[in-house]
């Protein structure tokens, strides 16, 4: 699963590799928590018929479009990959609303006796990577936009590999940069088409090491949530 991530890359670096036209507006986030609001890009067509990539602020946990109302239910922060295509809560924004919500780290959890140890997980070279992502937009008023409309987000999961999985059986599905155009593809409401890109990424190219429990808590988003208190562990 994922419940807390990172997002330090600067602007220029985000626009860049996710081909945005614009700068995205953010400020450097070390403890992003579910409910927070979380950038993300999605892909529209333009008036000349042009596929164009956008960023957007959206609150983490997914809030249905049928939705009776803005505040009940539960708001999922992840949904499994495999099923989502057919799930009442996910099937049309997998159709229809895909997002990436990139990032550059998250945190996973080990349990250690009584205690649940927090670890940083990362590209091997601390890279800017991608979620894959699903997007809904609420209205208070169907059909019209109004300022109690709600923008929300879920993080694809997928089967944990090697590395993930002495400490969860799940693991958020990061996108190859190669897929990144077929995943936002608007165009695409085939849900079998773009599902197979939803798979584990392999072990070896990604690295963790175990950090403070300053991380537990949300209101903490600091350069120490990351700091590790080992060396960096690769997969072997």
């Known amino acids: 699963m994922c419940g807390r991530y990172t997002l330090r890359t600067n602007p220029q670096r985000i626009a860049e590799q996710f081909e945005l036209a614009e700068l995205p507006l953010l400020t450097v986030r070390y403890n992003i928590a579910p409910s927070q609001s979380v950038g993300a890009i999605y892909a529209t067509r333009n008036s000349s018929g042009s596929i164009v990539r956008r960023w957007a602020e ?26 989502a295509a057919e799930k009442p809560t996910f ?67 997928t089967e944990a590999n090697g590395l993930l999985r002495e400490f969860h059986d799940r693991m958020p599905v990061i996108l190859e940069p190669q897929d990144y155009a077929a995943w936002l593809d608007p165009t695409v409401e085939d849900a079998a088409r773009v599902q197979p890109l939803c798979r584990s990424l ?22 120490e949530c990351i700091r590790p208190f080992r060396q960096p562990r690769l997969f072997d």
């Open 58 to 83: 959206f609150s983490w946990g997914l809030l249905p479009a049928w939705s009776e109302s803005s505040t009940g239910g539960q708001r999922p922060i992840n949904a499994r990959s495999e099923t």
């Open 91 to 157: 099937r049309e924004a997998f159709r229809r609303r895909r997002c990436l919500i990139p990032a550059d780290g998250f945190y996973e959890w080990r349990r250690e006796g009584k205690e649940r140890e927090p670890f940083y997980f990362t590209l091997r070279d601390e890279g800017l990577f991608a979620f894959a992502g699903l997007f809904e937009i609420w209205q208070a008023v169907p059909g019209q936009a109004s300022p109690d409309d709600v923008a929300s987000c879920t993080i694809l999961t």
């Open 202 to 223: 392999d072990a070896e190219k990604m690295q963790h090491w175990p950090v403070s429990q300053r991380v537990n808590g949300p209101k903490r988003d600091e350069p």
